[in-house]
């Protein structure tokens, strides 16, 4: 009888302890801010864990089972939640993404006709990629790219300049002579 009862204590020991656990993993997961993938399946695998040993246990009574599964429901509806909300939140990046990239395009090509360009629109000649423009004045040639927002230098840009600042440019003449063969 005293063996029951120990068993007894024990099993409602792990029930209070999973149940806390199972009400402290509720909670968190409805105050995530930032989508956690691995915060939410190590609470699955703890989950699982417990599962495992109230099933080893004889002595489970159906009202856990009950809860186990409605804890396991609510863990899925928070898994499936948490996932639409990062296909949205992914779907709003690219959107935006997409909108930042044109307004950039479309303010290279309008740069030489705003104020805040220093050099004569007529001197500028527009490349695109990989450096916008290159500035033909009489004594120096200037290479200009044009950003907008926090967009940073590509690393072919950055190399470009790097080259440019060491000083390794030089100018050189390609003639054909065709009638000349």
Do not use: H
Request: with cysteine; net charge positive.
């Amino acid at each position: 009888m005293t063996v029951l009862l120990v068993i007894f204590v024990i099993i409602f020991i792990l029930l209070c302890i999973k149940c806390v656990f199972l009400y402290k993993a509720r909670a968190n997961l409805k105050s995530i801010n930032s989508l956690n993938f691995n915060r939410i399946k190590s609470y699955q695998s703890r989950v699982d864990s417990l599962n495992e040993v109230i099933k080893a246990n004889k002595f489970v009574i159906d009202s856990i089972s009950r809860e186990q599964k409605e804890y396991k429901d609510n863990l899925k509806q928070y898994m499936a939640s948490a996932l639409e909300y990062k296909q949205k939140l992914t779907k709003e990046k690219s959107r935006n993404k997409s909108v930042e990239v044109r307004t950039g395009q479309i303010m290279e090509v309008m740069a030489p006709f705003l104020e805040l360009f220093k050099y004569d629109p007529k001197k500028a000649n527009f490349l695109g990629n990989p450096i916008d423009y290159i500035i033909f004045n009489d004594d120096e040639i200037v290479f200009v790219e044009i950003k907008s927002g926090k967009s940073k230098l590509s690393k072919k840009q950055n190399n470009i300049k790097k080259v440019i600042e060491n000083g390794n440019v030089r100018f050189e003449l390609v003639r054909f002579d065709w009638d000349n063969k």
